[in-house]
Each structure stands twice: as C-alpha cells, then as structure tokens.
C-alpha cells in the first residue's frame, strides 16, 4: 500500500516533531527534505556548486554533521531558489513518497509540488516569535550562543525568502489542513496532526 502524507509549513513550526510521530503512529517512512536542501547547503559552503552538489547528492549525505546549524539553514534557503537544484532533488523525494508501506514528507513544497495526489495534506505554522522562541530554545539546548531576536531576523528573512521566490513557493495546497501550534503545546498538535489525517484515510 502506498499513502503518502505531506507535511508544509515555515520554519521551526514544528513540522519535525510532528512528522516523526505521525510517521511512528501509522508505521511509515518519515523524510525530512529540508535536510536535503541543507546537505545541499553545507557543500555550498564549502566551495562546491549548488546544482552540482544537487545532483551529486546521495542518501548518507543527510546523514552528516551540522546540517542543524543556522548558517547551514540560511544556505540552504539560498539554493532552494535555484530551479535546477529543487528539479534534482525532485525524483528522490517522489520515489520516496510512493514506497510501499506509507511515507510521511515534511517540508515547504510537498502537497503543492512533490505529491500534489498526497492522499494527505497538513500545513503546520505559528506565528513568527513563537516558532523563533522555540527555534531560539533547540538552538541553546544543543550549546549555540545566539540571541533570540537573531533567531527572529533569521526566520523571518528565511520566511520572506521561501514564500516569495519563483519556484516552488511555500504555501499550503488548497486542499491541505492548517493546524496553527502557536496555542498547542506539542501532544496537542501531533492529536491534531493524527485527526486529519484519519479523516482523509476515510
Ligand atoms: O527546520 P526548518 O524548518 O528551519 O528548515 P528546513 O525544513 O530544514 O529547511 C531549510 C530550508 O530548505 C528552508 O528554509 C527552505 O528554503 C528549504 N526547503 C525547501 O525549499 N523545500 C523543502 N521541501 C524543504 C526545505
């Protein structure tokens, strides 16, 4: 059985968290694909071109140290514009979405883009301080020293970024369910997550 679950939304929405359980509540694969456009991102930083480092791209590399950084994020926002870098990701990310068993995708261009016959869609958001207080808070937790209101600039420059290029714009599907998490704390917005998506199994 193939079911594929999208997952879009801006950053530090909670968008990981909730893809993790949604895919251990129903058994499904999970993928991350902003991790692919960090990977992408990280070799950016060291010298090598976007569209190369794209195509070049290979499974273990998602695998790799300090993809979580904020300078890798803002890279990774950067090659997210380039067309020829999101259409050589873009066959990993469908073959992944049609395994057999289900697959959970989270990211900002799935229901819209990827899988637009996702079988289920959620657009995960919350407004722009409490997504970057929580960001904020990952950040120091795991031994950053940055200010909160750099982690504001930060996600608000990657939100303008990501909503008003050409390709592939964050926004949700019209058919996707929206679960603003500014109010819920996370079992509340994974109950939520694990509701919708029982309505479209129906
Ligand atoms: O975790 P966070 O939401 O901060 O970022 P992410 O999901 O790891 O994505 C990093 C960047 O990759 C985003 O700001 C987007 O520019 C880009 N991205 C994208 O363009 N399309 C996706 N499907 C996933 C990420």
Redesign the pocket.
Known sequence: MAFTIAI??????G??TISRAVAAHFGFAHL???????AV?ARLLEGVDAVEAARALRAEDLEAEG??TPAV?EA??????IGEV?QALLDF?RAFARRQGGAV??????GTV?CPEAEAKLFVTASAEVRAHR?WLELTGTGHDIAESEVLAD?RA??E??ST?AE?P?KPAEDATIIDTSELDIDAAIAAAIRAVDQRKD
């Open positions: 879009d939304g801006p950053a530090a929405a968008k990981g991350d694909t902003g991790l692919l456009y960090r991102g993809l979580r994020a990774a926002s950067k090659v997210a514009v999101r990310q995708l989270d990211g900002r261009d799935i990827i960001r996600v990657r939100d970024r990501d290029r592939a964050l």
